[in-house]
């Protein structure tokens, strides 16, 4: 893009659309610029707040005229740099498109524009007993056509699977400025391929979702949140086997080892909730039978799994409030390890079946060739995903860290491919995983994605330089 070309799109952006539409203030291009990764530097030329699919449209038409890159912009949340404006592209918030639809509680589904947050969508289909079943850290922050653009994952896949299951319907506009309807609120529609899952898991760079109808699900009833301390990951994936062959719904199943708890009491000024202090922990949400002897068939598997000695120690939430409690535990991880010091993360994932054989050569390759390092993980263990986090040494520079860290991720990543996973999960490819595609995706395969591409964005101009 040369200047002169941006200044003609610039002057027909301020001709055509109102004051408030564009911003060049260094202080919203830093913030529009970027998202959550903190490892790239935003450097937006503007950035524009359309309001309608039509407005979304028409600027598209504008940037394919003038050759401008395009970056779409969610809640920046983003742990891959997808949303990142790293080379003086055009970012394009949806912020402003957060209008939602009535509820339609036959059909349980809803309507909403790309911008709407995800935990306002949760609190919009609250009073009729209805949830999208997206949920995570972020949800306060966090739009709906990031998390269809990322297909988030979150801590309850394991009940309900990735954003892509609760997608029924999506529009969205393409770099030429066309609007395409995609399935709109059809639960069934076998007429072919399904443009619209292409656009699940995207990243923003085969289009823009503007608006998206989502599939609900009746709230769950009976929730129990429990806490665990047990030996090791051998012990994490019995007490899971367990629970699975239980007459419960398992709603999420989070592992995280101690020093994420040391980290989470230590940072905020709260007691391990368990007295035992153990290697690894589990936060367990199930739902129990709704049934009058619901809580009893709970007490006696808990009695059977504390017998069984499978466990250290643990604990039932015995009120709404201690249930928030031990999940913000598990929620404030990421924050409090942050504070602790320079982390670089992973979020990768293996099959359940290889956890123990991976988490255990992790661990030696760490212990052998990167001693000085120390490892914070969690996970969600029923998708086989974990969150490596390797933490920088106080003495250790900040350069060589990174350095040595990328170093380990080479190994880290053959690892994972040796055991049949990939190394994004949940957060993406965007800018951060990038050169590292190869140990996941073929050749072959990656061909196939970039002729996909072309057909959408032939001047590669939506989202450059991400995922491939
Ligand atoms: C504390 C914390 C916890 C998190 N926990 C989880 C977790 O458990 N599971 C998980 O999966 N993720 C998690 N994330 C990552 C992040 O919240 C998700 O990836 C989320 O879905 C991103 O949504 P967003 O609106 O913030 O998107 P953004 O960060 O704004 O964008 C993400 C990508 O989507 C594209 N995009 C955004 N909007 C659109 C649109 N309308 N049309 C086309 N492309 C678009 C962007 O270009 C970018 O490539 C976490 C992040 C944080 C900070």
Not at 177 to 204: A, M, R, V, Y
Not at 307 to 331: K, N, Y
Request: aromatic fraction near 8%.
């Amino acid at each position: 893009m040369s200047a002169a070309e941006f200044s003609k799109f610039f002057a027909e952006i301020e001709n055509t659309f109102s004051k408030e539409f564009a911003t060049r203030d260094p202080q919203d291009l830093f913030e529009y610029g970027k998202d959550s990764t903190k490892v790239f530097e935003p450097k937006p030329a503007v950035v524009l707040f359309p309001k309608t699919t039509e407005e979304v449209s028409r600027v598209l038409k504008l940037c394919s005229k003038y050759s401008i890159p395009v970056v779409p912009s969610g809640g920046r949340t983003g742990l891959s740099g997808g949303a990142m404006a790293i080379q003086g592209e055009v970012v394009i918030s949806l912020s402003k498109m957060n209008k939602m639809g009535p509820v339609d509680t036959m059909a349980q589904t809803v309507r909403v524009q790309a911008g709407a947050i995800t935990e306002l969508v949760h609190k919009h289909c609250e009073p009729h007993s209805l949830t999208w079943p997206v949920d995570f850290g972020s949800k306060g922050s966090s739009e709906v056509g990031g998390n269809i653009a990322t297909n988030a994952g979150g801590v309850k896949v394991i009940r309900y699977g990735n954003t892509r299951n609760w997608v029924l319907g999506l529009q969205v506009v393409t770099m030429a400025g066309d609007i395409l309807e995609l399935n709109g609120s059809l639960e069934k529609n076998n007429t072919g391929p399904d443009l619209k899952q292409l656009f699940i898991g995207s990243e923003g760079i085969l289009g823009i979702i503007t608006e998206a109808t989502l599939k609900l699900v009746t709230l769950p009833k009976e929730l129990q949140v429990l806490f665990f301390a047990v030996e090791d990951m051998s012990a994490v994936l019995k007490l899971f086997h367990e629970v699975r062959k239980s007459p419960f719904a398992v709603m999420a199943f989070e592992t995280m080892t101690h020093n994420c708890i040391e980290a989470v009491t230590a940072e905020l000024g709260l007691k391990n909730p368990l007295a035992t202090t153990a290697s690894t922990y589990v936060l367990m949400e199930i739902e129990q039978p709704v049934t009058e002897k619901g809580r009893e068939v709970l007490d006696s598997w808990l009695e059977k799994i504390f017998e069984s000695g499978l466990v250290l120690d643990g604990t039932l939430a015995q009120s709404p409030r201690e249930a928030r409690d031990l999940w913000s535990i598990r929620e404030s991880i990421n924050e409090c390890l942050a504070h602790r010091a320079f982390v670089h993360k992973n979020d990768v994932a293996v099959p359940v079946a290889e956890l123990e054989p991976f988490v255990a050569s992790m661990h030696a390759l760490f212990e052998t060739k990167h001693g000085t390092f120390e490892i914070a993980m969690w996970g969600h263990i029923g998708d086989g995903n974990l969150h490596i986090n390797t933490l920088k040494p106080e003495a250790m520079d900040k350069g060589l860290f990174i350095e040595k860290c990328h170093e380990a991720d080479q190994e880290l990543f053959a690892l994972i491919q040796k055991h049949r996973g990939t190394i994004s999960a949940e957060h993406g490819v965007g800018l951060l995983k990038k050169a590292a595609l190869h140990f996941t995706r073929t050749p072959a395969e990656l061909v196939l994605l970039r002729g996909i591409k072309k057909v959408f964005d032939p001047a590669g101009l939506m989202n450059p330089g991400k995922v491939f």
